[in-house]
């Protein structure tokens, strides 16, 4: 978390500074420098050099002072500022910002520039925490402004809170709040935000705000999307001031740019901020201040990434619960406000942080969603009899569930006994006949799964990661690792296997000594789970794959050698289970556990036993290869399964060395699809406010199976409000992937030579001589 964010700070370079004030003045009459003058560059003043109250001639030199210096930062962008009221009207226009609004007549606030500039002279500094700021506002010295407010009675007519009225306030944060709501008060002229931004005015001096929170230890193992603080390397501007234009109306134009970290619509007239606002998920800086808003939309829970929310002087009674989910924020600035007593006494007594999880935990969260669309691809010519369904699904293993990590989700939500309950109902309600999960533990899978599946006529086999060897007990069960469900009465299992990447690497001869071995691939101890099963009833087998691959996006070299290894080892596997002996008595295989329900599902199943089919060459078995890869459809790994190779100077190994991979490239012999490919991928496997992106797949062998139907997308509308999985309708953050596969009947292969004309008769002699 950031160690207190600075009410009005903005980085140089960032914002949006508007072109309108880039007016035809003769280049010798502007100034070379902004604030810091020398003798030589200074504006000669008249003897009618008009007096503070009065307006300035047009040859006035405050026709070009500070505000006007657009030009200067053309190639920076820095917020909008300053310009006449039809230029700003005109921008305002393109953007569809403002239905109506109506600017003041700039020269009622304008003084003698003379004074300022001999001040800036002479250092002259007028406390406060904006040191200068004075001197740098357009509309000159604010005494001689009609006052907008007054100590007794808002500027909305909203009276001031029993709160508001101490004479001492109970807490630091509340008299900070305090502080704040006076500066919003005081921002009352156009742009007043950015005509006080460091690109303009140097002299600004950084405060801090809000609760400092404790900097976040714990590794997280997600893959991270770029936020705000990184949009700036990628935009000139991200922040843009539309305060103190009467606005009206807001529409939805201004939502688009989904960049903007800081967003200033403060000293308007707007009663209502449309949904759209939560399309702006970068923000980290949002003001409202002084308005006529008498409610916010629940869409505002989107905007985790917030850290400031001012909302002074507004007509808000009530606050909505889906403003809970802003876990990051420090200051939520509801000073002059009819805000019910309730709510403003938590956050006058303890803070905005204690505001902030009354909501979360006292929200009644969204209403469940639609049920995903199932997608039917059954239009098949010659139907087979043979079909398969596979559930792959990484559940988010209980350590990794922590407020730190979730903390837009509520407690309540994050609870193991609550997640388990909503994992085993959806496994139950598609009834997979193969259902793969990753990030299960040990003790999850022994004590709870195992057991509740079993009911469900699942067996299952499972495996940790590596570090579980080097624990003791009570350590190792807390080791998350894949575990492979079969059902029972459909399935034999004839064959399991572990594929230990780190293990398998650095016992290749071709990587002894390699150093990126031991740095980068050794320390991950990521796995694969293998089951070879054989249909009791047709004797078709297949091979099941449950693997889950490095997170860290910035390990790419890692993630494609442990996919490498992971082919690799599974042609070797394939190899076998081609001269895999056939089944003699199918009945020994079922290993009932003695209950009355399983004996009659013997009974029931012996009736059907096939045969045990034979296979001559690996690209024969079926196979599927379920997991969390943690790579998306555009990167290495994605081409090395669909594709069977890659170049050993992918960009993904870098200048890495790997032994045989980097030197001759990487390939594997099976022909592999992803099982969403028929619509594209999924919009997403992985939702999170910091990623949202496709990490998990289910791949088939095409030659051997067809996808048949599948699950598809979260209902688009119920996400508006939803800003990050889990929570009380998805258990983990990431989705179950579901699909549904008829199995290919063999077709023995025929020889078939190109006809090349005469040249073939020849051959075609020797053929029937033959």
């Not at 000159?140 to 808002?154: D, I, K, R, V, Y």
């Not at 201004?254 to 007239?269: D, G, P």
């Not at 409000?721 to 008829?742: E, I, Q, T």
Request: hydrophobic letters at 30%; proline letters at 6%; one cysteine or more.
């Amino acid at each position: 978390m950031a160690d207190g964010y600075p009410p009005y700070q903005r980085g140089p370079g960032q914002n949006f500074y508007s072109q309108q004030h880039t007016q035809n003045y003769h280049a010798r009459n502007l100034p070379s420098r902004v604030r810091s003058p020398t003798t030589s560059g200074r504006i000669g003043f008249t003897t009618d050099t008009p007096s503070p109250s009065r307006s300035p001639a047009p040859q006035s030199p405050h026709q070009y002072g500070m505000f006007n210096q657009g030009h200067q930062h053309q190639g920076h962008g820095v917020m909008m500022n300053g310009g006449t009221s039809h230029q700003r009207y005109a921008a305002m226009q393109q953007l569809n910002l403002g239905k109506t609004f109506q600017q003041q007549p700039h020269h009622q606030h304008q003084t003698h520039p003379h004074q300022q500039h001999q001040q800036d002279l002479h250092g002259t500094n007028h406390g406060g925490q904006y040191g200068n700021h004075q001197h740098t506002i357009s509309s000159g010295n604010m005494s001689n402004a009609t006052p907008h407010f007054a100590p007794s009675h808002l500027q909305n007519g909203t009276p001031g809170s029993a709160h508001s009225g101490l004479s001492k306030a109970p807490n630091e944060h509340w008299a900070e709040q305090l502080q704040l709501a006076q500066q919003a008060r005081e921002m009352s002229q156009s742009h007043a935000h950015a005509r006080n931004h460091p690109s303009v005015n140097k002299n600004v001096v950084a405060g801090t705000n809000g609760i400092q929170k404790e900097a976040d230890k714990e590794e997280r193992n997600r893959p991270v999307a770029e936020q705000g603080q990184d949009s700036s390397e990628k935009h000139i501007w991200t922040a843009l001031d539309f305060g103190g234009q009467r606005l009206k109306l807001i529409t939805n134009a201004l939502f688009r740019y989904t960049f903007l970290t800081k967003l200033y619509l403060n000293y308007n007239k707007l009663t209502y901020i449309p949904p759209a606002i939560g399309r702006l998920r970068n923000l980290v800086h949002l003001d409202l201040s002084v308005n006529e808003l008498r409610d916010l939309p629940p869409e505002m829970g989107m905007l985790v990434n917030m850290k400031q929310l001012l909302l002074f002087d507004n007509n808000l009674e009530t606050l909505p619960y889906e403003l809970g989910s802003m876990y990051q924020l420090e200051m939520l600035g509801i000073e002059g406000n009819p805000l019910q007593e309730g709510m403003k006494s938590i956050i006058v007594e303890q803070g905005t942080t204690k505001l902030i999880e009354y909501l979360r935990e006292n929200a009644p969260g969204p209403d469940p969603p639609p049920e995903r669309e199932w997608l039917d691809f059954t239009d098949l010519s010659d139907p087979p009899q043979e079909t398969v369904t596979a559930l792959s699904y990484n559940i988010l293993c209980d350590k990794y569930c922590t407020p730190s990590q979730y903390g837009y989700t509520p407690s309540g939500a994050l609870k193991w006994t609550h997640r388990r309950e909503v994992i085993l109902a959806e496994l139950r309600a598609h009834n997979a006949d193969v259902v793969c999960l990753q990030e299960i533990d040990q003790e999850s899978f022994n004590d709870y799964f195992r057991a509740m599946l079993a009911h469900d006529d699942y067996k299952g086999v499972f495996w940790p990661k590596g570090r579980a060897r080097t624990m003791g007990e009570k350590e190792a069960n807390q080791v998350d690792g894949c575990a492979i469900f079969y059902k029972n009465t459909k399935y034999i299992l004839l064959d399991k296997q572990l594929i230990d990447f780190a293990n398998t690497a650095i016992n290749r001869p071709d990587m002894k000594g390699e150093h990126d071995i031991f740095n980068r691939v050794m320390p991950r101890d990521d796995i694969a789970v293998v089951a070879f099963l054989e249909n009791r009833a047709t004797g078709s087998r297949l091979i099941v794959v449950n693997a889950h691959v490095f997170w860290n996006p910035k390990f790419t070299d890692v993630k494609l050698v442990q996919v490498a290894i992971l082919m690799e080892q599974i042609k070797k596997l394939a190899d076998r289970y081609v001269k895999w002996p056939a089944c003699k008595d199918k009945k020994m295989y079922w290993n009932a556990n003695g209950e009355g329900e399983d004996s009659q599902k013997v009974t029931e199943a012996a009736q059907e036993f096939g045969p045990s089919l034979e296979y001559s060459d690996v690209a024969q078995i079926p196979m599927l290869m379920c997991g969390d890869f943690n790579s998306m459809p555009n990167s290495g790994v994605y081409d090395l399964i669909a594709h069977g190779n890659v170049s050993n100077s992918h960009a993904d190994l870098g200048t890495r060395k790997y032994g045989n991979f980097t030197r001759d490239g990487i390939s594997h012999p099976f022909t592999l699809k992803s099982s969403y490919a028929p619509i594209g991928e999924l919009s997403f496997t992985n939702y999170t406010p910091g990623f949202t992106g496709v990490l998990d797949y289910i791949w088939y062998s095409t030659n051997t199976l067809q996808v048949a139907g599948l699950l598809g997308d979260v209902d688009k509308e119920y996400l508006q409000r939803v800003p990050g999985f889990p929570n009380y309708h998805f258990p983990s953050d990431h989705l179950a992937l579901y699909v549904k596969y008829a199995v290919k009947g063999r077709k023995e292969k025929k020889i078939t030579e190109t006809d090349f004309g005469q040249g073939n008769n020849q051959r075609d002699r020797d053929r029937d001589r033959r």
